[in-house]
C-alpha cells in the first residue's frame, strides 16, 4: 500500500506540475509551497492515501462499474486531494475531507455520464457490506461475491443524491459524517438514506424476479 501511494503521489506531482505548476488557484483561492511545507506536504499526502485507499476505492465502485474509468476517478480524486491539502483545516477530520472531495469529482463524472447500467458492463466490485433484512431472500442466498456485484449494480441505478448517502452509509459513516460531507442536515440524510434503502430492496428483489 505504501509503494501504491508514493506511485499516487508521483502522478499527482507530474499532473499537477505539468497542468499549473507548484502554484495552482482553485476557488479563488491561490496557494503556494514553501520548499519546507512542499515536503511536508507529501508525508501528509502519503500518509492520508495509505489510509483512506480503502475507503475511496469503495465509494468509486458505488459509482463507476469499470475497472479502468474506476482507476482514472482514483487518480482524480488523489490529484484534487494534494491540490486541496494546502487548505486543510488541522481541526477537520482527514475522513470527512477526502470522501467530499471524492463525492465531489463523482458527482461531477454521474452528471456527464450517460447513464446505461447493464449488468455485462460490470468487471468488478469492490467488498460493500449485505443489507440486513428481517427474512431470508434469494438475494441473502447467493455467494459473496454475487452479493457484491448485485447490489454494486443496484446502487449505480439509483439518483446521485441516493448513491452519495448509501455509499457512505455502507462505509459504516455516521449521520453526522455524512451531512459534513455532503453539506446537507442529518434529517435529510435520514431522508435520503431511507429512500435509497426502500429503493435498493425494489431492485434487488426486481433483479430475483426478472
Known amino acids: 500500500m505504501l509503494n501504491s ?14 497542468a499549473e505548476g507548484i502554484e495552482y488557484k482553485e476557488s479563488s483561492l491561490e ?8 515536503v511536508d506536504n507529501q508525508a501528509v499526502f ?22 479502468a474509468i474506476q ?14 491539502l494546502p487548505k486543510f483545516r488541522q481541526d477537520a477530520a482527514v475522513k470527512t475531507f477526502v470522501a467530499r472531495i471524492a463525492h465531489n469529482v463523482l458527482a461531477t463524472h ?16 469492490a467488498e460493500v457490506e449485505n443489507i440486513a433484512t428481517t427474512q431470508k431472500t434469494p438475494y441473502q442466498s447467493l455467494n459473496q461475491s454475487q452479493r457484491q456485484q448485485k ?19 455502507l462505509e459504516g459513516m455516521s449521520y453526522q459524517e455524512i451531512a459534513d460531507i455532503l453539506v446537507i442536515t ?3 440524510v435520514g431522508v ?19
Open 5 to 18: 501511494s508514493k506511485l499516487i503521489l508521483s502522478k499527482a506531482q507530474l499532473s499537477s506540475a505539468t
Open 31 to 38: 496557494c503556494s509551497y514553501s520548499e519546507v511545507k512542499y
Open 46 to 67: 502519503t500518509e492520508w492515501m495509505t489510509e483512506h485507499e480503502k475507503l475511496l476505492r469503495h465509494i468509486i465502485t458505488g459509482f463507476e462499474a469499470k475497472l
Open 71 to 84: 482507476d482514472e476517478l482514483f487518480q482524480e480524486i488523489a490529484l484534487n486531494i494534494w491540490r486541496a
Open 110 to 125: 454521474v452528471a456527464k455520464a450517460v447513464k446505461t447500467v447493464k449488468t455485462s458492463d460490470i468487471e468488478s466490485c
Open 151 to 169: 447490489l454494486a449494480n443496484a446502487i449505480r441505478q439509483l439518483k446521485l443524491e441516493q448513491q452519495q448517502v448509501i455509499t457512505l452509509a
Open 186 to 188: 442529518t434529517n435529510l
Open 192 to 210: 435520503r438514506l431511507q429512500r435509497a434503502k426502500t429503493l435498493l430492496a425494489q431492485l434487488l428483489e426486481g433483479a430475483e424476479n426478472g
